[in-house]
């Protein structure tokens, strides 16, 4: 007994001295390195890099090669892409635990976008799903450029005939989101009486007309400013969250899609049956180890005291989804809301705007002046 208090103690200061450790090394941003301006050639394009974590400063329009699609690649010329949340979090690189695949310190991938819709500029010689000229949209890797190259099978389809390069760019992560919360999460049915709650984000707009494709009875919880344009999307009924908490209230809902997170978990299940599904998909209280996640991890520990069920869930994009998507689009079930419009040289002051929480469905960044 006398050794084991010592043992006990070594131990447990090792692992604090570790976890401080370890804290200390992933929250290290690296001073941004000095990068001399290269020249515009034939065989160059514009492209948005970033080499250190930080503020959209950070964001800087380079001069870098053309990309060359291999044998099953396709050569996307872009023409509009959407900010999303994610890239922020890549810039900032927070939640720090991001960092462990991201890179320790500096981003080792110094590309950055995701959501695009532009035009077939080239072809692989394997390639046999698209072919040049076709219009696509989608979600790849470093779309914030003139050009990005992309494999025929991943997330990438062809846009719907009735859409702008606008319309076909906001689709992209926060469309498939909001598909797979409403459809494969929270097993949405014709009848059932569905809340989303943030219901005028980027996420939100989707989930709501896709809500009301499957026959779903919509509220949406929404700020003043935004009723008319959540009545808009094709909710039912809208709750003002700055004059009625929804948790208070007498209605009860069969699903609810919680965006937001701002309410706990104990009094969302007071407004839910026992055979109701909450989904929770993100947070506003976005902790800088974990993330918006801190929700995610509340639920998992109260949720086996609450008789509704209530699961979280991150996005899968892919060509599949999307595919759906362009579908809805074309049958009028689904449109893109767009908050605002920028030029390809204000792409950091689209991030900056996003960052604030505010934007109204999407918001767009034009490659190609706005068509």
Not at 292 to 303: C, D, F, K, N, R
Request: hydrophobic share 45%; net charge positive.
């Amino acid at each position: 007994m006398r050794l084991r208090t010592p043992v006990l103690a070594t131990v447990a200061a090792l692992l604090v001295t570790s976890v401080a450790a370890l804290g200390l090394t992933i929250s290290y941003d690296a001073a941004c390195p000095t990068t001399a301006p290269s020249a515009a050639t034939a065989s160059t394009i514009k492209a948005y890099r970033y080499s250190c974590y930080g503020s959209p400063t950070v964001l800087q329009m380079r001069d870098v090669g053309r990309p060359t699609p291999a044998d099953s690649e396709v050569l996307v010329k872009i023409h509009a892409v959407s900010i999303n949340p994610l890239d922020w979090h890549y810039m900032r690189g927070k939640p720090y635990l991001m960092r462990i695949s991201s890179g320790i310190g500096a981003p080792t991938n110094h590309k950055i976008g995701s959501d695009f819709a532009g035009t077939i500029e080239a072809v692989g010689a394997a390639v046999t799903r698209f072919k040049i000229g076709d219009r696509v949209f989608g979600s790849g890797d470093g779309t914030f450029a003139e050009f990005s190259t992309m494999n025929e099978g991943d997330a990438i389809a062809m846009m719907p005939d009735s859409a702008t390069f606008e319309q076909a760019a906001a689709v992209g992560i926060a469309a498939v989101t909001a598909l797979q919360a409403v459809r494969d999460k929270g097993k949405v049915k014709a009848g059932q009486r569905v809340l989303i709650n943030g219901a005028s984000g980027g996420v939100g707009s989707f989930a709501v007309q896709i809500a009301k494709s499957y026959g779903a009875h919509v509220t949406g919880v929404a700020s003043g400013r935004n009723i008319a344009l959540v009545k808009s999307f094709g909710a039912d009924s809208v709750i003002d969250y700055t004059k009625d908490d929804f948790t208070k209230g007498t209605q009860r809902y069969d699903v609810i899609i919680d965006l937001v997170s701002n309410h706990s978990v104990r009094a969302v299940a007071g407004v839910m049956p026992p055979s109701g599904i909450c989904v929770i998909v993100g947070g506003t209280n976005d902790n800088r180890w974990i993330g918006p996640g801190i929700q995610s991890l509340e639920a998992m520990i109260v949720a086996p005291f609450v008789t509704p069920t209530f699961v979280s869930m991150l996005a899968s994009t892919n060509q599949q989804e999307l595919e759906v998507l362009r579908d809805l689009m074309q049958a009028g079930k689904v449109t893109s809301a767009i908050d605002r419009r920028y030029p390809m040289a204000e792409l950091p002051a689209a991030v900056e705007y996003l960052e604030k929480g505010r934007a109204r469905g999407k918001v767009i960044v034009n490659v190609v002046p706005s068509q």
